[in-house]
């Protein structure tokens, strides 16, 4: 069984390869300063004893007053994979940096959380919306888009029987 | 490369409508002559935004999405989310749910796979005749499948804490009957194809990809095996009970497009071996666990992966204890290993640059969703 390791084996191991890389941890995930972000990666990819070598999946996430960046890595090696998250608070221009000098992979994906979340990322080699067209106004999985007049968000509410908008409070996510 | 001729770059769009891109792609390739000097995807005609949409539905309610992102194989689409749902929730599936789940993935891996290597024959030249015989021995799978969800393609059969409904009892002696057919026409296609000197000569050392960009670039399923790394999800990370079960994981030296039709062709002989056991093993009682349909996972996020036809095929699933799925996310795996287009195609000739796509093994619907 591949073994996932906790938010505090994984901040331990980035404060010991980049000491001051972790912002904060959770039971199961570690968020990483977007400053060393890629010296941080860099580092645990390289490292003997974490070896997270391949980029497994990276995706965005809204919750309103932040935006997450997911990054599950795996270690073929050792077979355990962990989870680095990395937010940043801005909503109108946010930008993080960009991991493809770690990972090749990651242009694809990270071009992809471009398209839908507007998260630009820094230094990546060609940042353009990828499955939708240039000029399409908005970025849909932001969870703004789509409201409607009214202040009508998207989600469910209730089970109702079937999908629909619900009026406000709108559903946000607290930890 | 000096040649007396003088050439220059010219822009050729293979695709949206073309037989060789499988789907609504388009490859934007300039060319020097014969030679590709660029290679750029367009993708995004079949884009339906299904995560947007997903947010809006319960999470039972979503399981006919997974079905239309891969559409070749929605068996191990439906098995990813509903694992994912249950990783979040705790949600236990009874043995028998979970030895039908191996059979059902495994048998989409063949017809999906029958697919993959008839499209791919198609591609190198092999003109209708292999992907004829590979679609009559994929209909024949997708007739167990009928006779078990009642649809061919999108099932929709696995549900959360197990399947819709029980196997009907005609399944097991026609399963049998096909799994004993299926390995002789598997030597029978291999036979034909990998002693070719056509095919060979347009398949070896065509696209390689070394180890160590496959590993990189994050390639999953056979186009990493065929570099020669031995990863399998159902070894690596076993799940519904693929520890029990006896196979191999066959891989590739060369890295090139030959090796990953082999590993393919190998893999339908593991999954046939699969599905023996699966069948001789098969545990009675219930087939499903009784999941509320009003389902609200507790708070959390969970990612799940399985090892689909084409590779780690993942699900993020974020709860806020709501009804619908606050972020739902699918890690695509032919979108991802398409990551490598560019260092596949540039310096080969166009006709190696068709040659290569069909390797990836690509479905339009999962790169767009």
């Not at chain 2, 367009?42 to 999405?65: C, D, W």
């Not at chain 2, 697919?115 to 198609?122: E, I, R, S």
């Not at chain 2, 994981?249 to 599905?275: A, H």
């Amino acid at each position: 069984m591949t073994r996932e390791w906790s938010g505090e084996e994984l901040a331990a191991a980035a404060e010991r390869l980049v000491p001051g890389s972790v912002a904060r941890i959770t039971s199961n995930a570690c968020y990483l300063k977007p400053e060393t972000l890629v010296q941080t990666f860099t580092a645990l990819r390289d490292d003997a004893e974490t070896d997270f070598k391949y980029l497994a999946n990276l995706c965005g996430s809204d919750y309103w007053d932040r935006f997450e960046v997911v990054y599950h890595i795996h270690s073929f090696d050792k077979n355990q994979i962990g989870l680095f998250k990395c937010e940043t608070a801005e909503r109108d221009e946010p930008v993080l940096p960009s991991v493809v000098p770690v990972w090749h992979g990651a242009w694809i994906q990270e071009n992809e959380t471009y398209d839908m979340f507007g998260i630009r990322f820094e230094g990546h080699p060609n940042l353009v919306r990828m499955l939708l067209w240039d000029g399409f106004p908005g970025w849909p999985l932001r969870k703004d888009w789509l409201s409607m007049p009214g202040g009508l968000q998207p989600g469910l509410n209730e089970f109702t029987g079937v999908a629909r908008r619900q009026e406000p409070p709108v559903r946000r996510y607290e930890e | 490369m000096t040649s007396p001729i003088k050439s220059e770059p010219f822009v050729i769009n293979i695709g949206p409508q073309h037989p060789s891109t499988h789907g609504v792609f388009r490859m934007k390739v300039t060319v020097d002559g014969e030679q590709v000097v660029d290679a750029e995807m367009v993708i995004g005609y079949l884009h339906r935004s299904m995560e947007k949409l997903a947010e809006e539905r319960t999470y039972t309610q979503n399981i006919p999405f997974t079905d239309r992102t891969d559409y070749l194989s929605s068996m191990s689409n439906n098995l990813g989310y509903c694992l994912a749902v249950e990783k979040l929730a705790g949600i236990d599936v009874p043995e028998r749910g979970q030895a039908i789940r191996v059979i059902m993935a495994e048998l989409q891996r063949i017809a999906s796979h029958f697919m993959a290597l008839g499209a791919f024959t198609n591609d190198t030249g092999a003109w209708q005749t292999p992907v004829m015989w590979c679609l009559r021995e994929r209909e024949k799978v997708l007739d167990l499948f009928e006779m078990t969800s009642g649809a061919r393609l999108t099932c929709n059969y696995m549900r959360i804490g197990g399947v819709a409904f029980d196997i009907p009892k005609d399944f097991e002696p026609a399963t049998r009957k096909l799994i004993k057919t299926l390995p002789g026409f598997i030597d029978e296609l291999e036979g034909l194809l990998s002693g070719n000197e056509i095919f060979l000569a347009r398949t070896k050392n065509v696209a390689v990809i070394p180890p160590d960009l496959a590993v990189n670039a994050s390639l999953a399923g056979p186009m990493l095996r065929g570099s020669g790394i031995a990863w399998d999800l159902r070894k690596a990370d076993p799940y519904c009970g693929y520890e029990k079960y006896d196979f191999a994981i066959p891989i590739g030296y060369q890295g090139d497009s030959y090796d990953r039709f082999i590993v393919r062709v190998e893999e339908l002989r593991q999954s046939v071996k699969i599905i023996e056991q699966a069948l001789d093993g098969l545990p009675g009682g219930p087939h499903s666990t009784q999941v509320p349909l009003a389902l609200r996972p507790p708070k959390g996020e969970a990612y799940a992966r399985v090892e689909g036809p084409r590779g780690e095929l993942g699900y993020y699933v974020v709860s806020d204890e709501g009804p619908s799925p606050y972020r739902f996310h699918i890690r695509p795996p032919s979108l991802i290993n398409l990551s490598v287009l560019k260092e596949m195609t540039v310096g080969g000739s166009v006709a190696d640059a068709i040659v290569a796509l069909g390797s990836v093994d690509i479905v339009v619907g999962e790169i767009d969703r």
